[in-house]
């Protein structure tokens, strides 16, 4: 596909409106429009240049796709590279509407299942169904046996009849349950049967605007998926891949790519199986791949944006699994009620027959069969509305696919496919952490490449950055670099001519002075009369104006440069089509589209070239000016006194809530110091040992108040503290004094963190929490089967925690009292109900689909033998409030070792503890904003001094007379004294109100500076 790029002006940051474009934007694929800029705006106008950049898409698509139906109606071929390559012409409303409406409500469906469509209500009224619906229900004359009795003839498939008519009767009492529910989704697939033959299909259900539509899919005889064992079989296959995602090695986003492929392969046999990166572009690449030994690699490739036009990539967000089992087979058409004012939407439906153009592609390219999973992850955020699975939060953005092949005609059934898009979201959790774990790295890059710079600027001349290491090109991604400064030009790696810097500098002038910067990833888009002059080598620039005529250039070559061609070379006498839709095609019209095109200026990047460019316009500024620095002196020392007694007043009244929570607290709350004698000891600990606070002491918590099992984990966990690693979750057993003793131990899960006194010197382990004896004593009996099961499950007593058991099947096989209390949901409301899905789902929702995912990782991987302790789990109750808890899972067996299911367990934290806790977070929040305060007062600190020591640099180099020289040496002695106490201090010293001051050395200088002023 086409691509234009354009050249996008930076504002100056006081601007309240983004820069318009130089140019307009023509076409996006290969190539992208990057953009400088930073501060709180930039997130803000990179998203509204990314849906700027799909809208626009959009168009191309629709342009695509219209100049293909015209094709086909005249009889032409349909040349897909030219359609590419040629200059865009703009597509009418009506068009893109008819693009839409023919990829989301195309009226055709595919031949391996049949498709109705019913009216939510209670008469299920056919509202829609496809033309083959008779002949896979076994309801067609023909297949109808002869009967003298007339009621005993089949139901007719007909618009108006009752849907419920068509299958069994136990069959339609489970559409009737599933269309009462809350999210229908969640209950896929349905078991039923056909009336007549009893012939048995997967049925997918789903809302739309005007009913529900129900996806019939047969299910053969022979599938290992015939019932709800069978599913769960595929799903236990699918967690024991996501098992191995989990244990690889971090920070290996390829490693995690290639292991996600073959676990792919190996779970559906498709013969070739990819991940498909979607670059911000929206352009594709192929990172990873796992095929069949004779077929021709694809990896490496990268594809025009139109090859999946964006009303796919819509799709594939709102159904997450796509299937196409014969591109060849002919499509079914779909009969529907005329009264209906338009087409049956089919974005939802497992069966939508593919369009006539993507069917081609796959033809062409040896693909008779295909299965596309979404890789859906965080952009950032939470979207508290539409949590459930099947619709995706705003939050969520379609990072790329895993896309199979298959040479020859596949269907796998729909709970091996629900299995795949189970191990799809644990995939994109993983993606995700890695992804965010990059980003992470990258800033703290950038910080300690922006700090050197900073500290070479302050030491030496602004031509540091370029003449030493690191330099400007250390900073972000690029071929070359260079400096303009008093016209003076500073090259570094691969850039243009002195001449030719100053030819751009003259056409920024002319073109872009109002602006503060600009950013292109291709010159002679941007507009630039040289750039044909330049060649390959730069076709990328980032600009920032630091003043009116000095300037910093980053510069990268030509985007074909950066890729690489995974797979074999065409042999010179290979003639390929350009004319066929192509991955080969594709390709080469993407190097054609981006042979003048840099890598686009990533967000991150332009944020950090911005940073740097408002250091060094102060400094520059600064440099100059020497009026406004002693001002600038006073109110930083000015504004360090006030966030110092606002941190002490704010520190104060933290502590004194943090030591009434404390003492008050509902949870078990003990300290010792680093012998590790207790010095703390709250009322409810002592409550639940018996020993008073007076008697606890003093004493050793290893020798005297645990037992001798638990003194290795504690002495452990003591050692970690002191050092200043905190410990979470780790059990300990209590002994027991006086009139408790008799009650036997205590168990309690507490988390130990450092103590620090105000010199941040570790002093001590403060230990926080949660009394678990009665789980313990109620888990023990129940994973061994042992004692009264019934009495301990439903026994009102508050120190039986909230319990649920799961059978083989993930089905709820127990619901004890303390989880009716906890839920509002009964019992008999939720037993042999799926707990993924109708239980967790339905009754209880969960906050959004990777919530669900985690929630039957820890389920399966229980069933399976692995436990799991204390994850966490929230959900919102009967009543919509928001439960957060706890989760432990463990393997539940019979006498002889054989497994039945698993028990799970919930913990719920006290009003108190969840207090405390979020005073904590307030806390770190607050010290994280004094902290940013503290920085930036430091920096405008700085600033004037640096511009005093430039000033007297230069009169150095003067002749001075005696009284003068010792006027100058005053002048520096006073700015270094400022310098060292701005470079020591810290939030803790002024919190503590002990700043670094050397008092004698400074009152000899200021004595000094007034008998020279005099």
């Known amino acids: 596909m086409a691509s234009g790029s354009r050249a996008t002006p930076t504002r100056s940051p006081s601007s309240a409106r983004p820069a318009a474009p130089h140019q307009n934007h023509t076409q996006s694929s290969g190539g992208s429009t990057s953009r400088a800029g930073g501060g709180g705006a930039a997130g803000s106008a990179a998203a509204t240049e990314s849906v700027s950049k799909a809208v626009a898409q959009y168009t191309l698509d629709a342009g695509l796709h219209a100049v293909f139906e015209q094709s086909g109606a005249s009889g032409r071929s349909f040349d897909y590279s030219q359609s590419l390559l040629a200059p865009p012409t703009p597509s009418s409303e009506q068009q893109i509407a008819a693009y839409l409406s023919r990829i989301q409500r195309g009226g055709h469906i595919q031949p391996f299942g049949c498709t109705l469509a019913v009216a939510d209500d209670s008469s299920f009224r056919l509202l829609a169904f496809s033309e083959n619906a008779a002949d896979l229900l076994d309801l067609s004359p023909h297949h109808s046996v002869p009967s003298l009795d007339s009621s005993a003839a089949p139901p007719p498939v007909s618009l108006g009849a009752d849907a419920r008519l068509l299958f069994s009767p136990s069959s339609g009492v489970l559409l009737e349950r599933a269309f009462a529910a809350r999210e229908i989704s969640l209950l896929n697939p349905l078991w039923i049967h056909s009336r007549v033959s009893s012939k048995p299909f997967y049925a997918i259900l789903h809302r739309i605007d005007v009913g529900v539509v129900i996806d019939l899919e047969p299910a053969r005889t022979e599938d290992p998926a015939l019932s709800i064992a069978g599913a769960v079989q595929s799903q236990k296959l699918a967690v024991r891949a996501i098992s191995r995602l989990q244990a690889l090695p971090g920070g290996d986003v390829k490693l995690l790519c290639d292991t996600v492929v073959e676990h792919v392969r190996e779970l559906t046999g498709y013969d070739r199986v990819m991940v498909y990166k979607f670059h911000d572009d929206e352009h594709g690449e192929v990172l990873a791949e796992s095929r069949r030994g004779d077929l021709e690699p694809y990896l490496g490739l990268h594809y025009p944006a139109t090859d999946i036009p964006q009303a796919s990539r819509f799709l594939f967000r709102q159904n997450r699994v796509r299937m196409i089992a014969d591109c ?209 080598a730069v076709c990328g620039m980032a600009v920032a104006y630091i003043t009116p005529s000095d300037y910093l250039f980053w510069f990268r070559s030509h985007t074909a440069k950066e890729i690489k061609w995974g797979g074999a ?315 957060q808890a706890l989760l432990t899972a463990n393997t539940r067996s019979k006498m002889d070792g054989e497994t039945i299911g698993a028990f799970c367990f919930l913990q719920i934290a006290s009003p108190e503890l969840q207090q405390a806790f979020e005073i904590q977070r307030q806390q770190e929040k607050k010290c994280y904003a004094r902290m940013k305060e503290l920085a930036y007062i430091c920096q405008e600190i700085k600033n004037p001094l640096s511009g005093i020591r430039f000033t007297n640099s230069l009169l150095e180099m003067t002749d001075l007379k005696d009284d003068q020289r010792q006027f100058l040496e005053t002048s520096a002695a006073c700015e270094k004294q400022m310098s060292k106490i701005v470079k020591d201090a810290s939030l803790q010293s002024i919190e503590d109100g002990v700043m670094p001051f050397p008092s004698t050395t400074c009152a000899w200088t200021l004595n000094s500076f007034n008998v020279s002023w005099h």
């Open 328 to 536: 060849h087979a002919a499509a079914v058409r779909v009969i529907q009620d005329p009264a209906m004012p338009q087409p049956l939407c089919l974005v939802g439906s497992t069966l939508r027959s593919p369009h006539g153009c993507h069917a081609q592609y796959m033809a062409n390219m040896g693909s008779i069969a295909s299965l596309v999973m979404a890789v859906i992850i965080s952009s950032g955020g939470e979207d508290e509305h539409n949590m459930t699975r099947g619709v995706i939060p705003s939050a969520m953005k379609l990072w790329g696919l895993v896309v199979c092949h298959h040479t020859s005609p596949r269907c796998i059934p729909f709970p091996l496919r629900y299995a795949c898009e189970f191990l799809m979201q644990a995939f994109g959790l993983q993606l995700n952490m890695e992804l965010q774990l990059a980003h992470q790295l990258s800033e703290k890059h950038i910080l300690r490449t922006q700090t050197l710079l900073c500290d070479m600027l302050l030491r030496d001349s602004p031509t540091g950055i370029v003449t030493q290491s690191p330099s400007i090109m250390d900073l972000v991604k690029c071929d070359g670099a260079a400096l303009f400064y008093h016209g003076k030009y500073y090259p570094l790696g691969v850039t243009p001519t002195e001449a030719q810097i100053k030819d751009i500098i003259e056409w920024l002038t002319v073109c872009h002075g109002d602006s503060t910067g600009l950013s292109t990833d291709s010159l002679a888009d941007a507009g630039y009369p040289g750039a044909t002059a330049l060649g390959d």
């Open 569 to 883: 070379k065409h042999h010179p006498e290979d003639k390929d089509d350009g004319q066929r839709m192509h991955p080969r095609s594709s390709f080469k019209a993407f190097l054609e589209v981006v042979k003048s095109r840099s890598l686009p200026w990533e967000n991150a990047e332009m944020d950090a070239i911005h940073s740097l460019q408002l250091i060094l316009r102060d400094s520059f500024r600064d440099a100059g000016e020497g009026t406004s620095n002693s001002k600038a002196i006073v109110n930083g020392q000015v504004q360090l006194g006030e966030l110092e007694l606002r941190g002490i007043d704010e520190l104060s009244s933290v502590a004194r809530e943090m030591v009434r929570l404390i003492e008050t607290a509902t949870v078990p709350i003990f300290a010792v110091d680093t012998y590790g004698c207790i010095n703390g000891w709250n009322a409810k600990v002592a409550e639940l040992t018996g020993l008073t606070v007076e008697e606890a002491m003093g004493k050793s918590l290893v020798k005297d108040l645990i037992f001798k099992e638990s003194e290795e984990i504690v002495e452990k966990l003591l050692s970690q503290a002191l050092k200043g690693e905190e410990g979470t979750n780790v059990e300990i057993k209590l002994k027991t004094f006086g009139s408790e003793q008799s009650k036997g131990p205590i168990f309690v899960i507490v988390n130990a963190c450092s103590s620090r006194d105000y010199t941040k010197s570790i002093v001590g382990v403060c230990f926080v929490g949660q009394d678990i004896t009665g789980q313990k004593v109620v888990m023990d009996k129940f994973v061994n089967i042992q004692g009264d099961y019934k009495a301990i499950v439903h026994n009102p007593n508050p120190l039986i925690p909230p319990i649920f058991a799961s059978d083989e099947n993930i089905c709820c096989s127990e619901w004890n009292t303390a989880m009716e209390k906890l839920t509002g949901w009964s019992r008999g409301e939720v037993v042999g109900k799926l707990l993924v899905g109708e239980v967790f789902g339905n009754c209880c929702r969960l906050k959004g689909p990777d919530a669900l995912t985690k929630f039957m990782i820890v389920l399966h991987n229980a069933i399976g033998g692995q436990d799991s302790e204390k994850s966490p789990f929230s959900f919102f109750d009967k009543n919509g409030k928001y439960v």
